[in-house]
C-alpha cells in the first residue's frame, strides 16, 4: 500500500520505536525467545514497504515518459509486472496481513513463508510461527490474537522503505536491536552476539581489503561479516568488493544473521542449521574451503564438538558408546582432514571443543594473506613495514591473551584441560622442528612455546629461510624468521648465577636493532634512572661484533656504570629520577607488612588520598634500614619539604641493573677481560652466537 511522504525517520526515533514493539512482546511468549518474533516482523515490514515503494517509484517513472497519470488499474497492473529486488506474492503483503482481524497469527505466518518461498535468498529466514499454540494443551495460542494485532498496528504506524528510513539506518537500527536483546539475554548473549567493540578491534587489526573473502565459521548475527563491510566503507571502498561468507547452527541466530546481512545491502553467503564442526558448509576438493581473512567468537568449551546436533544426548551411556564409535582404538578422524588421525594435529579432547575450532579455522585460512604479510615486510619502506608489524603484533598479543585464559584457574569459560592440550600440542611440535633443524646441522640453542634458537657455523639467512620452510612443511604450522642475530645474550637467572635463562636476554639484529627482554629498563615500576643507565650500556655493547670486541665494549660500559655511581653517592640526581612505581593489591589499611610499597599507601591514605587495588603509586625510598617504618619510604605526591634519598639503597639497584653484563661473562675470563690469556675454551663457552634465528611457531 503507498504511503503518504513523510519525513525521513531518525536513527534515535527508530530505535524507540522499534524497541516500543519489543515491549509489547515481552513476556508473552511463554519461555520462547522473543527477540526471533520482533526481528523477523521488522524484516517482513521492511520487505513488504520496500517492495510498495520500488512499484511506487517505477510507476512514477513511467508516468513521467509518457507524460500521463496512470488509472489505479493500470498501477495495480504495473505493480505486478515491475521489477523488484524480493517478490513478495499477491495475498501476502503488509496490507493483506493488515486487512485481517481474526487469526491474524495464522495469516502472518502464512504471508511470511510465502516471501521465504518466493525468493531462495530468503529461505530459512522466517523460523518463527505467530500461531504456535499454548503449551498447556488448553487450545489457546502462545501469543494471543490481540497482541499480534497490537504489534501489527505498532508496525504500521512507520514506514520502512528507502523513501523514510535509508538502509544505513535500518541497519544499524537492527544492530541497536540485537544489542538490546543481549542485555536482556544475559550471559545466554554469546549465542548470537559479541560486543561490537570487540568485533570493530578484530576488523581494524585484519584490514580487509577489495578482493577478500572474509569468513565467520559461528557467525550468530553477522556482526562481524558486517563489520567488516563497514571497514571497506570508511576505507571509501564497495563494501561489495569483498564477498562474506558464514555457517550458523541454530537457525533462529541464522535467520538474525541474514536478515542483518540483508539489510545492510550485503549478498553474504550464510549457511544454517548444521554444525561447522561436524558437518563443514564450505567446502573444497574433499577439504573445508579457505578463506582470506576468518573471523569468529566460537563456543567455549562444547563437550559435543564430535556428534551432529541430532546425536547430542545427556545419557553418559550413550554418550560413552557414541565416543568409542566415533573415536575408536585409533583416535578421531575428521573426514574432512583438519586434525586428527592422518593429519599434523591430535584431534581435540571429547570434552573440550575449542581446539577444534581453533583448528578449523586454520584450515580454512589461504596461505596468501600471509605470504603477502612476509613479502611486504620485506620489501616496503620502513614506516610502511612499521605498520605490518604492528598489525601482526596485535594479532600475537590477542592470541597470547586467549592462550592464557584457557589456563586460568577462575575462568569464566574454558578448562584447563584445553590448557594441557595446547601445551601438548605446542611440545610435539617444538620436538619435531628440533629434530629437523639437527638433521640439517643446526645446533638448538633454545625453544620456548612459540620460537626456536638455533645456529650453525656460517649459515646465511637463506639457509635459515629453507629450515623455516621444512618445518613449515612438516608441522602444518606457518613460521617466519623474526632475525638474524649478529649474537644474542642469554643472561643468568637471579638464583643461578651460573644458568643463563630463555625470557632474560639482548640481542643485536642484523641492521643494529636491539631486542631486550626481562631486563630493568623493560619494567613500568624501574626507576628511570636504572632503566636509562641500562639503555645506555645496551648501545654501547650493541656495536660489538664478536666476542672480543664485546668484551672491550663491556669495559666502555663499565665507565657508563661508574658515572651513573658517582652520580648517586655525590647527590647529583633529580630526585624524579629515583620514582619508584608500583601497583597496589589491596586497600591501604589491608596490608599486614611494613613493605615500602604498603607503607607508601598508607602515606596517601592518611593525607586523604582514595586508593583502591590496582592503581599504582609512586615514592622514594629514603632509608630501607630505617627502624620506624615510615621514614624508609616517602609517597613521591608528598615529598616536598622532605630530605634526601638512600644512597646505599639505589648504588645497590643500581649495581643490580649493571650485573648481567658482567656475569655472563665466564668466571675465569672476567678478571683480565683485555688480557690475552683467555683460553679458547673460555670463549667456546661465552653465550654469543654470531648468527642466531627466531622461527616464530
Not at 511463554?30 to 515490514?45: C, E, P, R, T, V
Not at 648465577?497 to 639482548?506: E, K, L, S, T
Not at 599507601?601 to 582514595?610: D, I, M, R, T
Not at 619539604?641 to 668466571?667: I, S
Request: net charge neutral; aromatic share 10%; charged share 25%.
Amino acid at each position: 500500500m503507498p504511503y503518504i511522504q513523510m519525513a525521513k525517520l531518525t536513527q534515535q526515533q527508530l530505535e524507540a520505536h522499534l524497541w516500543g514493539a519489543a515491549n509489547i512482546l515481552r513476556g508473552k511468549t511463554a519461555g520462547q525467545d522473543y527477540k526471533n518474533y520482533i526481528l523477523s516482523l521488522m524484516f517482513y515490514k521492511r520487505l513488504c514497504d520496500q517492495w510498495e515503494n520500488e512499484a511506487d517509484e517505477a510507476i512514477a517513472e513511467q508516468e513521467r515518459q509518457q507524460g500521463r497519470t496512470f488509472t489505479e488499474k493500470e498501477k495495480a497492473i504495473f505493480r505486478t509486472r515491475g521489477e523488484h529486488r524480493f517478490n513478495i506474492p499477491g495475498g501476502s503483503r503488509w496490507g493483506d496481513v493488515l486487512a485481517v482481524s481474526e487469526n491474524i497469527g495464522e495469516k502472518l505466518t502464512d504471508a511470511m513463508r510465502s516471501v521465504a518461498n518466493a525468493n531462495d535468498e530468503l529461505r530459512g529466514v522466517f523460523t518463527v510461527d505467530w500461531n504456535q499454540p499454548a503449551p498447556d494443551a488448553s487450545g489457546k495460542k502462545l501469543i494471543p490474537n490481540e497482541v499480534v494485532h497490537a504489534l501489527i498496528q505498532h508496525f504500521e504506524e512507520i514506514d520502512l522503505s528507502n523513501k523514510s528510513v535509508p538502509s544505513d539506518i535500518l541497519g544499524r537500527a537492527y544492530e541497536y536491536l540485537i544489542k538490546q536483546f543481549a542485555d536482556d539475554a544475559g550471559a545466554k548473549a554469546g549465542e548470537f552476539f559479541t560486543p561490537p567493540e570487540v568485533v570493530d578491534i578484530l576488523v581494524r587489526i585484519l584490514q580487509p581489503k577489495p578482493g577478500d573473502t572474509v569468513y565467520d565459521p559461528t557467525c550468530g548475527s553477522g556482526g562481524m561479516l558486517i563489520h567488516s563491510a563497514d571497514y571497506l566503507r570508511e576505507q571509501g571502498e564497495n563494501a561489495l568488493a569483498a564477498r562474506y561468507f558464514g555457517q550458523e547452527m541454530n537457525w533462529g541466530n541464522y535467520a538474525i544473521g541474514k536478515i542483518n546481512s540483508v539489510l545492510h545491502g550485503l549478498e553474504a553467503d550464510i549457511k544454517g542449521g548444521a554444525s561447522t564442526i561436524t558437518d563443514p558448509q564450505f567446502l573444497d576438493q574433499g577439504g573445508v574451503r579457505k578463506f582470506s581473512l576468518v573471523m569468529a567468537n566460537f563456543p567455549f568449551s562444547d563437550e559435543f564438538w564430535w556428534l551432529k546436533p541430532e546425536q547430542q544426548t545427556d545419557d553418559k551411556k550413550k554418550r560413552e558408546k557414541l565416543k568409542k564409535e566415533v573415536f575408536g582404538s585409533e583416535g578421531y578422524k575428521d573426514p574432512y582432514g583438519r586434525f586428527g588421525r592422518g593429519t599434523g594435529f591430535h584431534s581435540p579432547p571429547a570434552g573440550y571443543g575449542d581446539y577444534a575450532f581453533i583448528l578449523h579455522i586454520l584450515a580454512s585460512l589461504t596461505d596468501a594473506k600471509r605470504c603477502e604479510l612476509k613479502k611486504l615486510l620485506k620489501t616496503t619502506a620502513p614506516e610502511t613495514a612499521l605498520r605490518f608489524k604492528l598489525q601482526r603484533d596485535s594479532m600475537k598479543w590477542l592470541l597470547v591473551c586467549c592462550f592464557g585464559y584457557t589456563g586460568y584457574k577462575n575462568a569464566r569459560f574454558g578448562k584447563i584441560e584445553a590448557h594441557e592440550a595446547i601445551n601438548a600440542v605446542t611440545r610435539e611440535t617444538l620436538l619435531v622442528a628440533k629434530e629437523i633443524a639437527e638433521a640439517d646441522g643446526f645446533e638448538l640453542i633454545h625453544a620456548l612455546v612459540d620460537s626456536l634458537y638455533v645456529w650453525k657455523d656460517g649459515a646465511t639467512r637463506e639457509d635459515y629461510e629453507r629450515l623455516s620452510q621444512k618445518i613449515e612443511d612438516r608441522t602444518r604450522l606457518p613460521l617466519a624468521i623474526e632475525s638474524v642475530y649478529r649474537y644474542v645474550v642469554f643472561l643468568p637467572s637471579k638464583q643461578y648465577a651460573d644458568v643463563p635463562v630463555p625470557n632474560r636476554f639482548f640481542a643485536v639484529g642484523e641492521d643494529g636493532e636491539l631486542k631486550v627482554r626481562g631486563l630493568e629498563c623493560r619494567r613500568h615500576d624501574t626507576p628511570p634512572l636504572l632503566g636509562r643507565m641500562q639503555h645506555e650500556v645496551l648501545a654501547i655493547l650493541a656495536e660489538a661484533h664478536d666476542h672480543n670486541s664485546y668484551l672491550q665494549k663491556l669495559e666502555v660500559a663499565r665507565g657508563v656504570f661508574a658515572n651513573y655511581e658517582e652520580r648517586l653517592a655525590t647527590g647529583e640526581v633529580d630526585i624524579r629520577e629515583l620514582v619508584v612505581s608500583k601497583r597496589i593489591t589491596r586497600e591501604p589499611r589491608d596490608y599486614q607488612k611494613a613493605g615500602v610499597t604498603a607503607i607508601a599507601a598508607q602515606q596517601l591514605f592518611g593525607s586523604g588520598v582514595k586508593l583502591r587495588p590496582g592503581q599504582n603509586i609512586e615514592y622514594i625510598i629514603t632509608n630501607a634500614e630505617a627502624q620506624v617504618p615510615n621514614d624508609r619510604v616517602r609517597a613521591y605526591a608528598l615529598w616536598e619539604g622532605w630530605f634526601g634519598y638512600d644512597r646505599k639503597k639505589y648504588t645497590a639497584m643500581l649495581r643490580e641493573a649493571f650485573e648481567p653484563f658482567a656475569l655472563c661473562v665466564p668466571k675465569r675470563a672476567e678478571p683480565v677481560l683485555l688480557s690475552d690469556s683467555i683460553s679458547e675454551s673460555d670463549l667456546k663457552r661465552f653465550p654469543l652466537f654470531s648468527t642466531l634465528a627466531i622461527s616464530r611457531l
